[in-house]
C-alpha cells in the first residue's frame, strides 16, 4: 500500500511522489532536519539513488516510477545515517573532501588540474585551485596513510609509474626464508623525464639526506642538478631504511647506471665517511675524470665543529672555505694551525679543491653549500602525507609534474619576450646597472684590464680573453662579475658573450621539455612480480641500556661528538 509523504515524515519504502523533482525535496529535507547530506549517484530515466555523501555511510535510497500507479516510489531504504551530523557551515567542505577522496580511491594520481576539471563538470561550480590541493592532500593521508600497507602498496605505486611514466627503479630487501616474502630496507627511483632534461643542465650533481619521521624513521636520499637558473633539479631519489657505506654506494652507483654518464661531473655532498669511502673504492665513477668530488663547506663546517667543538675555528674554516682569493685563503689557514694544529690535520684528511673555493677551477659554479630546504622542497609530500612512504611517493608525482609544467611555461614565455639568460645573470646585470659605484678600467698589457674603485682602495685585474677577474667570481660563476661588467662597458663590448650557455633560457626551458604522462585508475595498476611481498623494515632492538659510568670520570673529559655523525645545519 502506498501513501503520499507528508512533512513529518520519515522516508521509507513504498512511500510515493508525483515525480523526482519532489523525492528530492524530501530527501534534502530530511537531511537537513538530521544535518546530513545526500546526493543523487545515478539516474536512469526515472530511477533514482540517493546516498549520504560521506563514503563511509551505509545511508541509501532508491526509487523509481511505477507503472501500476506512475508515481515514483521508494523501493529500496537503508537506513538511518551511520554518520554523526555535522554543522551545516562544513558541510559543503566535507562534501568536496569526500568526492575528491572518492576519486582519490580510484585515480589517485588525477593532477589538480583534472580533479578541478572533473569538478567542474560533475557539480556544476568551480573549485578553488588551493582547496582542491589541500582536499587531495588529506584524501591522499587517509586512502594511503597505513604504516604497514604501505609497504605492500610502493611495489604497485613503482610499477605503475614505470608501465606508464616509465620510472626507473631498484630494489633492496632481506628475503624471508619463505621468499615470498621480503623486508623492505631501500628504493631507488628515477623519472626518465628528469634523465632527459639533466642534458641541458651544467654538469653538477649534488646529493644529501634527510631523516624522515614517522613509525620507521626511514631517511629519504636525494640526487639533484641545477638548471639555468640556479634552481635544483631533482634526479634520483631513494628511500632507505638506515644510510651507510653500501646504501651509499648502492645510491652513487644507481646514479651512474640510471640517470647519468656524463664525464668531468662535479659531485657536491657531505664529507660523511660513508660517502669519502665509496668514492675513492677502485673503480667508482665518481672519481677523476669521471667526477670531481667536492663538499658542502657548511656540512664540512658542521663536522668539523663536531669534532673540535670550537665555533671560532668553526668560523675560521667558513671563511677560508668561502674566499675565492688564494692569499686570504693561506692566511686563514695559518691562523686555524697557529690556534690548533689538530684543526690543521683535520682539514688535511681532505683535498683544499674539495672544500675551499680559492683552489675550485670553477667546476662548482659557485656553488659552495646545499641549502637542504630548497633542495627537498620537491619532496614536502613526505611530511603531508605524515612520512608514509606510498602516499609521499604519490604526492612527490604530483609536485615533480608541476614544477616542469611551471619551469617549462616560464622559461618558455621569457623566451617569447624576447629575453636569453635566466634570472642570476640579469640580476648581475641589474646590479652593476644600479651600482653607484663607478670603476676606473686601465688597460694592461695582453689584454688585460686594470680596475679601481675612485678611492683606489680595492683593484682587480680583468681579463676577458680567458673569462678571469682576479675577485674570482667570474671564473666561478661562467658570467662576468661587476668588474668584467666596466670593463665591456668601457669598451663598449656586449658582456653577455662572457655568459656561459648553461644559463641559457632555452636550456632551462629544454630541462623541463619532457612530460608526464597519465597513470591508470587503481584497478588497472599491473600485477608486480619482481618485487616479494614487502614487509615493513626489521629494525634491530636498541642495545641494552649500559650503566652510566661514575660521575667523577665525566667530570674532567672533554665531550667530543665523533666525526662520523653529521649533523644537519636545518
Ligand atoms: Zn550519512
Ligand atoms: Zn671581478
Redesign the pocket.
Known amino acids: 500500500m502506498s501513501s503520499l509523504w507528508l512533512d513529518d515524515h520519515d522516508l521509507r519504502v513504498g512511500l510515493c511522489f508525483k515525480g523526482g523533482g519532489e523525492l528530492k525535496k524530501a530527501v534534502d529535507w530530511c537531511s537537513l532536519k538530521g544535518q546530513?547530506k545526500c546526493v543523487i549517484r545515478e539516474t536512469a530515466k526515472d530511477e533514482y539513488i540517493f546516498e549520504?555523501i560521506?563514503w563511509k555511510?551505509k545511508?541509501s535510497l532508491g526509487a523509481a516510477r511505477m507503472e501500476k500507479h506512475g508515481l515514483v516510489e521508494i523501493i529500496k531504504y537503508t537506513g538511518p545515517?551511520?554518520?554523526p551530523p555535522v554543522d551545516p557551515e562544513d558541510i559543503k567542505s566535507e562534501f568536496e573532501a569526500d568526492e575528491i577522496e572518492r576519486v582519490v580511491r580510484v585515480k589517485p594520481t588525477q593532477t589538480v588540474a583534472e580533479l578541478k576539471k572533473w569538478w567542474k563538470n560533475k557539480i556544476g561550480y568551480e573549485l578553488e585551485t588551493s582547496d582542491v590541493q589541500s582536499a587531495k592532500m588529506e584524501a591522499i593521508k587517509r586512502v594511503f596513510g597505513d604504516w604497514d600497507q604501505s609497504f605492500e602498496d610502493l611495489p604497485k605505486l613503482m610499477s605503475v609509474f614505470h608501465s606508464s611514466n616509465g620510472l626507473l627503479v631498484d630494489w633492496k630487501y632481506h628475503l624471508f626464508p619463505n621468499p615470498k616474502f621480503a623486508s623492505f630496507c631501500g628504493v631507488f627511483w628515477a623519472f626518465p623525464q628528469s634523465i632527459e632534461g639533466f642534458q641541458y643542465c651544467r654538469p653538477l650533481i649534488v646529493v644529501d639526506t634527510k631523516n624522515l619521521n614517522g613509525k620507521y624513521q626511514m631517511k629519504l636520499m636525494i640526487a639533484s642538478g641545477v638548471d639555468a637558473a640556479n634552481n635544483y633539479f631533482p634526479l634520483a631519489f631513494a628511500v632507505t631504511k638506515e644510510v651507510s657505506t653500501d646504501i651509499w654506494r648502492w645510491f652513487l652507483t644507481g646514479i651512474r647506471e640510471k640517470v647519468t654518464q656524463r664525464k668531468h661531473l662535479c659531485l657536491i655532498s657531505s664529507p660523511h665517511p660513508d660517502i669519502v669511502a665509496v668514492i675513492n673504492e677502485p673503480g667508482s665513477l665518481w672519481q677523476e675524470p669521471w667526477a670531481y668530488h667536492k663538499f658542502c663547506l657548511s656540512h664540512l663546517c658542521s663536522q668539523f665543529n663536531n669534532a673540535f667543538q670550537d665555533y671560532y675555528l668553526e668560523d675560521l674554516v667558513k671563511l677560508a672555505g668561502s674566499t675565492s682569493k688564494k692569499e686570504e685563503f693561506d692566511s686563514f689557514m695559518k691562523d686555524i694551525k697557529k690556534y690548533n694544529l689538530e684543526a690543521q690535520n683535520w682539514l688535511d684528511q681532505f683535498s683544499q679543491n674539495q672544500w675551499a673555493l680559492a683552489h675550485d677551477n670553477g667546476q662548482r659554479y659557485g656553488i659552495m653549500e646545499i641549502d637542504t630546504t630548497s633542495l627537498f622542497a620537491v619532496c614536502k609530500g613526505f611530511g603531508l602525507a605524515d612520512h608514509v612512504v606510498t602516499g609521499s611517493v604519490l604526492l612527490l608525482f604530483d609536485e615533480l609534474r608541476s614544477s616542469f609544467d611551471k619551469s617549462f611555461n616560464c622559461s618558455r614565455s621569457s623566451l617569447n619576450c624576447g629575453d636569453v639568460y635566466t634570472k642570476p645573470v640579469l640580476d648581475k646585470l641589474g646590479e652593476f646597472r644600479t651600482s653607484s659605484v663607478t670603476y676606473i678600467v686601465m688597460p694592461l698589457d695582453n689584454n688585460t684590464f686594470q680596475v679601481e674603485t675612485p678611492s683606489q682602495k680595492d683593484e682587480w685585474i680583468v681579463q676577458l680573453s680567458n673569462c678571469t677577474c682576479s675577485c674570482g667570481e667570474f671564473q666561478r660563476c661562467k658570467f662576468p662579475c661587476l668588474h668584467a661588467l666596466a670593463v665591456c662597458k668601457k669598451l663598449k663590448f656586449n658582456p653577455l658573450q662572457y655568459v656561459d650557455d648553461c644559463y641559457t633560457l632555452e636550456l632551462l626551458k629544454r630541462t623541463y621539455a619532457a612530460t608526464f604522462s597519465p597513470v591508470p585508475e587503481i584497478s588497472a595498476w599491473p600485477k608486480v612480480s619482481e618485487v616479494p611481498r614487502l614487509l615493513p623494515p626489521v629494525i634491530p632492538p636498541p642495545p641494552p641500556a649500559q650503566s652510566p659510568p661514575p660521575a667523577n670520570k665525566v667530570s674532567g673529559t672533554k665531550r667530543r661528538a665523533t666525526p662520523r655523525t653529521t649533523k644537519k645545519k636545518s
Do not use: A, D, F, S
Open positions: 546530513q549520504c560521506r555511510c545511508w545515517h551511520t554518520c
